[in-house]
């Protein structure tokens, strides 16, 4: 009866040492297959080993109509546009004269999308940009659209009927320099000059604009010494001083937009002063091709950029400076963009593939935790004395 007492009691242990051994490994697999993919993680938040492609290219906006300088006596206009990207599309906005006008959150990419605006008399520089869920950014051709009308004078006098009905024009000229070459970046001033052509007095007349960098809207200010008139009277003109900041010289062509809108008559006009950037001498040409060479020989993967390059060179042996720093320039803007990533998704670097480890890691420790808790299972049970006492 001892005997099979013992027997039984052999049995059990065996049954909590193996049950023992089982569910640590069951603890450290899970922990294992839930925990430490999170915290070996890449910042995708997955643990998968393949790479990740990171959508870095711009929203392509196709603003389908109205056309460039359109021209209406209309004064509700549709906006028609297309947006595709390689991601989905979180928003696009209608810009009315560097300001938000409104926006459309619900973009569906497979579909002609609108806008519609309600303008007063007046001209209206505008464009679309749309923002992907990546946060690229990007923006449609800029156009122009004028509104176009007659103001009849305020009633007056009675009799005399069967005359015609006179009318007034109602005009503010923007006078603005020829386009303006710069050899060097930081403040820039120029004069326009604002002439009433048209037959009536104009009140609360607001003075605004910005710039454009490549036809792209840019973080500069520009301001005027003189940005609002109370009262400004037909016949009259008015010269302002402008004040703007030229600060990336790789940027070849600026544009000014000048905006000028009154309250009384509603009327809202614009103009555009260029700026053109120029390099200094032949020495600033040269030293502008040689700077892009070394970057296109420590960069492989602008190689197939050399022949651009090249061509500038022949440019600059012709004595064409404008065309020869344009032709280096461009290469070297494309260079960086090819460097940047910006013209193709970059891959995340491959993270190692660990699992196997971890789980050997696992399987071991689960084995000895497994021991050490049957050990101390007996220990407890029968008491160290008689635990040491049946080992010897």
């Known amino acids: 009866m001892k005997n099979k007492l013992i027997k039984n009691e052999g049995r059990v242990e065996k049954a909590y040492f193996y049950f023992s051994i089982a569910f640590f490994t069951l603890i450290l697999l899970l922990f294992v297959a839930f925990v430490i993919p999170y915290v070996t993680s890449d910042s995708s938040g997955t643990g998968s080993s393949s790479a990740e492609i990171v959508d870095l290219t711009s929203p392509n906006i196709d603003l389908i109509s109205p056309s460039a300088d359109y021209s209406t006596t209309s004064t509700t206009i549709d906006f028609l546009y297309n947006v595709s990207d390689s991601s989905n599309v979180s928003n696009c906005s209608l810009i009315i004269s560097d300001a938000v006008d409104q926006t459309n959150e619900t973009i569906n990419k497979s579909q002609t999308q609108k806008f519609t605006k309600t303008f007063s008399l007046g001209s209206y520089p505008l464009y679309i940009s749309c923002m992907d869920t990546r946060g690229n950014k990007g923006s449609s051709t800029a156009i122009v659209i004028t509104v176009t009308s007659s103001s009849s004078p305020p009633g007056g006098g009675g009799g005399g009927g069967g005359g015609a009905v006179a009318t007034k024009e109602i005009s503010i000229n923007i006078i603005i320099p020829s386009t303006i070459s710069l050899t060097k970046t930081g403040k820039t001033e120029f004069s326009i000059t604002l002439e009433n052509d048209g037959d009536v007095d104009f009140k609360d007349v607001s003075i605004s604009g910005y710039l454009l960098g490549n036809s792209e809207p840019m973080n500069a200010s520009v301001t005027f010494d003189t940005g609002f008139i109370k009262l400004f009277e037909q016949g009259k003109t008015e010269t302002l001083l ?151």
């Open 242 to 392: 402008v004040t703007t900041f030229i600060e990336d010289p790789e940027i070849l062509f600026y544009e000014v937009v000048i905006n000028v809108t009154s309250k009384t008559p509603v009327y809202n006009n614009y103009n555009k002063v260029f700026i053109h950037f120029l390099a200094k001498d032949q020495t600033s040409v040269v030293k502008i091709i040689a700077f892009t060479e070394s970057i296109i020989n420590e960069n492989v993967e602008c190689v197939e950029l050399m022949d651009m390059l090249e061509d500038a060179k022949v440019e600059l042996a012709a004595g064409n400076l404008e065309e020869a720093n344009n032709k280096a320039q461009a290469a070297m803007e494309a260079c960086k963009r090819t460097i940047e990533g910006i013209e193709k998704p970059q891959a995340v670097s491959q993270k190692e593939n660990k699992l196997p480890f971890y789980l050997a890691i696992a399987a071991g420790s689960a084995v000895a935790l497994g021991l050490l808790f049957n050990l101390y299972r007996q220990i407890r049970l029968r008491g160290w004395k008689k635990f040491s006492n049946k080992n010897k």
